[in-house]
């Protein structure tokens, strides 16, 4: 490990910094309520967004961070104006640079990773390198760079501890010596995972019903609250293809040994198989606050406000297939894990673009998966050897998907 990256000062009068990147975002409003209940173990050290200055201004006044940095100029020139008018000793910063300069601060050992898409891959990076505990809630980078994140992190001494609430599931159930070590397989017993999926808000709709959703329809999460990205990604079930990349690299188990299966209750957050014929389960409200809690302690427990499970209340648990006809991006995330090489961040940039394109209103819903497939298929780029390759890979697919947008001259939303 770099000795100017070290983690020097873990706790600061017994308490451990935390820096929340996307705290105006739906997990990092979570997580700070989280750590508001546990003022007592942790301190809030910084907050960065993208450009909400209101929420991070009210943030900043009551959790009194070190740092806050907007990734926009002009939102954190808004942003320390008012802070300074409010006699906060907050730094304000600004830019990508800044949100590095965060994640390798060697004061703040834990870093809640929870931007959202490819612009939470460069932090990341920068935690993992400089060796800290990073509660992984950005799936996009450990979908685009699993091979590089789980490499330097193992080289810098860092730990992912996932928040996605499958994977923290997983992470739940499989046998301890397993956790945090993507080398670990199928080591203790391991025989599979099972990923459930709630299925999103059109798992009942016929192919036709799907050709004509609205943007709000797609937003409306049956059992989630989450952003907008992250809601339309579940209704695509994409969201279940990424995880099916991020569990692979997480927890280095092959593609074929992890199964989706639909649970529209959302109350079974994800499973491991054993090979002696166990199944561990963890199950709990769909409420992220338990998966950040569990990364934010682990090995130990804290306090959220979650309300308990009522099994009486819940009465049955229910299981059907995922319909890869209506549901084709979860296959999709499928073939590029097994092309590997650049394949997994090509899908992960053409989805970030046709669902910006349909959450504009400029195509449809079903006009997703069709971008989706079709960079896939069709973008060539050399296999990445470097970060830098992956960032230049990134930009050229998200210009080839907006390439072949314009000239499918899709139908805008109505
Ligand atoms: P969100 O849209 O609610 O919040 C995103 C945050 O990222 C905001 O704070 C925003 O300011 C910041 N951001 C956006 N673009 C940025 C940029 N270019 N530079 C710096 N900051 C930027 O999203 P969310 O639902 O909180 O999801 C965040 C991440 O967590 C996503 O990767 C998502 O897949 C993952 N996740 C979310 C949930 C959930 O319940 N919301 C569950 C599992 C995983
Ligand atoms: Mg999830």
């Keep these: ?94 830019g990508p640079d800044a949100l590095t300069q965060i994640a390798a601060d060697p004061n703040i050992p834990i870093i809640m ?29 450990m979908v685009v760079a699993g091979e590089f994140l789980t490499r330097v992190a193992a080289q810098g001494g860092a730990s992912f501890v996932p928040v996605d609430s499958e994977h923290n599931a997983i992470f739940q159930c499989l046998p301890e010596t397993n956790r945090c070590k993507p080398d670990a397989g199928l080591q203790g017993g391991v025989q599979s995972l099972v990923l459930t999926a709630s299925g999103g808000p059109f798992r009942q709709f016929s192919l036709e019903q799907m050709q004509s959703v609205t943007i709000d329809a797609a937003l409306n999460h049956p059992n989630w609250d989450m952003g907008p990205k992250i809601s339309v990604d579940s209704a ?3 969201n279940k293809g990424l995880e099916v990349i991020e569990a692979s690299y997480l927890f280095g188990i092959d593609e074929s040994l992890i199964e989706v299966v639909v649970h529209p209750e959302s109350f079974i957050h994800s499973m491991v198989r054993y090979i002696d014929g166990s199944v561990l389960a963890q199950l709990g409200q769909a409420d992220m606050r338990t998966p950040i809690a569990n990364a934010l302690a682990w090995p130990d427990r804290v306090e959220t406000s979650v309300e308990p499970l009522d099994f009486v209340r819940i009465g049955s648990l229910n299981f059907e297939a995922p319909d890869h006809e209506r549901f084709p991006c979860l296959l999709l995330a499928r073939q590029a894990l097994r092309k590997g090489g650049g394949a997994p961040g090509i899908l ?27 960079v896939l298929q069709s973008f060539e780029f050399a296999v990445p050897q470097s970060v830098d390759d992956l960032i230049s890979m990134d930009q050229s697919a998200r210009q080839y998907a907006l390439d072949y947008i314009e000239q499918q001259g899709y139908q805008p939303v109505e």
């Excluded at 960065?48 to 907007?70: D, G, I, R, Y």
């Excluded at 990773?113 to 809630?137: D, E, N, Q, S």
Aim: charged letters at 20%.
């Design 348 to 374: 992960n940039a053409a989805n970030e673009v046709a669902v910006q394109e349909f959450l504009d209103g400029k195509i449809q819903f079903s006009d997703i998966a069709s971008v989706n497939s079709h």
């Design 236 to 238: 695509t079930m994409m």
């Design 113 to 141: 990773a929870a931007i959202v898409g490819f612009a939470g891959l460069p932090p990341t990076l920068a935690a993992a390198r400089c060796g800290k505990r990073i509660l992984l809630a950005n799936k996009e980078s």
């Design 1 to 94: 490990m770099d000795r100017f990256c070290r983690v020097v000062v873990v706790a600061v009068a017994g308490k451990q910094s935390v820096a929340v990147f996307g705290s105006s975002g739906s997990i990092g409003l979570s997580t700070l309520d989280v750590l508001e209940r546990n003022q007592s173990k942790y301190t809030v050290a910084a907050l960065t967004a993208n450009s909400s200055v209101e929420v991070v201004f009210q943030q900043c006044l009551k959790f009194k961070p070190m740092v806050a940095a907007m990734a926009e100029p002009a939102a954190a020139a808004e942003l320390s104006l008012r802070l300074k008018a409010a006699s906060s000793e907050t730094e304000v910063l600004h």
